[in-house]
Every structure is written in C-alpha cells, then in structure tokens.
C-alpha cells in the first residue's frame, strides 16, 4: 500500500584530457533500465521509496523532508551547475546522491514491509532502496516523441500521473498551480520555489499545444535530433547542445515545478536525468579511452568565466560530500558503479 501523505550558456571553450586511471573497485556494476521496462511492482516500489522519503526529516537540518533536500541544494547551486561544464558530471551524481544515512534509513522501514524483488531479466538483485531504484530507472523519451502526453511516466496507475489541473490557466493568475488530478502524487506537498520556502501542492503544465503552441517541444528530443547531438566530437559542444536542446526541452515541456531550479520537486526529474546521463554514457562509450578523461568548457557563468578543468570541486551543499569532476568521470568509477 503506497503511504498516502507524500515524498544557453557563455563560452564553449575547449575540452582537455589527461591519461586514464583504472578504477577497479566497481566489479559489479548496476544496470539502469528504462521506466517502461519495469515490471508493474517495481514501478509500485519506486514511487513507494519517493513517498517514503516526504515522511522522513531532513538530512541537512533544515525543517523540511528528505525529499525536500533535493530540490533545496539544486536550487541554490542553480547558476554553479547549469550552462557551465560540470553540468553533466554534477547531475550525474546528485541522481544518484540518495545514497545517504538519512535515506537509507527512510527506505529501510518500507523495506520491511516489501522485500527486496529480483530483477531477474537483468540478473541481478535491485531492492526498493531509492538509490538502486535509481540506478536502474530512466525515461528515454525519445520513444515518446509521436505523443508525449501519453508516455507511460504519465500513467496514474503504472506511473507519476499525468498533467495538472486543466481548469486552472497559471497565465492568468501568477500565483495559480496546476496541482496534480491524478496518480500516486496527487495532494502531494513540495516546499520550495524560487523565492524560497513556499509549500505547495505538485504541480505540472504540459506544453502540449493547449496552454502554450507547439507539442511538448518534441522535435528537440526526437532520436534525429538526439543523434546529430551524439555526433558532436568534443565535451563542451556536445554538453552545451545535450544540455541546450534535449534537457531543456524537456523540462519546459513539462512546465510547472520541472520548469525552474526547484525541478527536482517533481520526481520525474530522476527519470530525466538518468536519459541525460545515459546519453552522455553513449557518447563517452563512443570512444571511451578519449571521452571518459574529456572535460573543458565554462567553468563559471558569466563573460569572465575561466575555463573548467577535471581537478574542479563540485559543492553539494552537504547533501553528499563535495568531489572534484574527475571521480564522476565514469558510470563505473567506484562510488557510481553502474551501467546502461
């Protein structure tokens, strides 16, 4: 049973690399499988462990829920982390930054009252843990593209829930939300906007041609699209396209809480970013020995910014400790350890 009360840019610059070090201690790597591959109960597990997470306090003082962490550090590291190189290898472990006392003990108690499942297509043993869920959920919204608003992430049942309240036009009234009608999130609470501690209920705003022209913006993630990105040869154009085109899309598309910095407040934010990172995995895959070690671009925002390097400290905030760009370099470095 779900618990109720619940969980573009300055500069290209040039990408530089250095010799690649091995990293043996990943030896069993988890395998990240898209949303609709899941089984039903798995899908069930995940946004169980999400609901878990909003009845647990915070895991950085604050007075909010462990869930609220999230969206708290992504919000106040938002002009650190966005159009500037570490963009990519930030969000590839704020994803998977779960991982902390605070939520494994959260997702301890649902454990006990749903075991850990097989994944047995996959080989593997993937518990209800947010973090290993997260290791193996992402959307790839590419196979969405013909009708975005009905990709299986919408689903109330087998999904997040669909769109918000299509009685209430935000371009009317600015302090309007379009709460969720349906899924495991309605009456679901966030607590923070741009503007800083505000709760209020999750909202989303498809641009689907209603509200807004256009279709989800779908031609900005279309697999054409997607590759001609994958075909960039350096680091800096190929995150400044993936992060331009594709992520940004996506987001506006969805509108509502995915539309600012506070877009970890709407949970599929895990699932997009997991595309994302499985994107940039590809394009590293393409010719690991050279794209695994390949940094550069903008450090900081702004016309002064110098140029980023893999020895650069990337600021958590205290969510997870602070690691420089190069221990995030690789899925498979030792505290990530997973595959697509």
């Not at 769109?163 to 935000?170: E, K, L």
């Amino acid at each position: 049973m779900r618990f109720s009360s619940l969980l573009l840019s300055a500069g290209l610059g040039a990408a530089a690399t250095i010799p690649r070090q091995a990293d043996t201690s990943c030896t069993n790597p988890v395998k990240r499988a898209e949303w609709r591959t899941l089984s039903t109960e798995v899908q069930k597990q995940y946004v169980d462990a999400v609901l878990c997470l909003k009845t647990k306090p915070s895991g950085m003082g604050l007075n909010t829920t462990r869930y609220d962490d999230f969206p708290y550090v992504h919000t106040h590291l938002d002009k650190t982390i966005h159009t500037v190189a570490m963009f990519l290898p930030w969000h590839r472990l704020f994803v998977k930054s779960t991982k902390t006392p605070s939520a494994t003990v959260a997702i301890r108690a649902l454990w006990r009252k749903h075991p850990p499942t097989p994944f047995t297509s996959f080989g593997f043993l993937c518990s209800v843990w947010l973090i290993r869920l997260q290791y193996c959920s992402y959307w790839d919204w590419t196979l969405d593209t013909d009708d975005v608003t009905k990709a299986p992430v919408w689903d109330p049942e087998t999904g997040f829930g669909g769109n918000g309240d299509p009685a209430i036009d935000p371009m009317k009234e600015s302090s309007a939300k379009k709460c969720l009608v349906d899924g495991p999130l309605k009456g679901s609470q966030v607590a923070y906007t741009m503007s800083g501690y505000q709760p209020h209920c999750l909202a989303r705003n498809f641009n689907s041609g209603i509200a807004f022209p256009g279709d989800m913006l779908a031609d900005s993630y279309t697999k054409a699209f997607v590759d001609k990105v994958a075909a960039l040869d350096n680091y800096a154009d190929f995150r400044y396209s993936l992060e331009g085109g594709p992520h940004g899309a996506i987001h506006s598309a969805v509108g509502g809480d995915m539309s600012p910095a506070t877009s970890p407040n709407d949970p599929i934010f895990f699932l997009h970013h997991g595309q994302v990172d499985r994107l940039w995995t590809q394009w590293q895959q393409e010719n690991p020995e050279k794209r695994t070690t390949e940094f550069g671009g903008p450090k900081t925002q702004g016309k002064n910014s110098g140029e980023a390097t893999l020895e650069d400290v990337m600021p958590y905030l205290g969510l997870v400790p602070d690691v420089k760009v190069k221990e995030t370099m690789s899925t498979q470095a030792s505290r990530l350890c997973y595959t697509y």
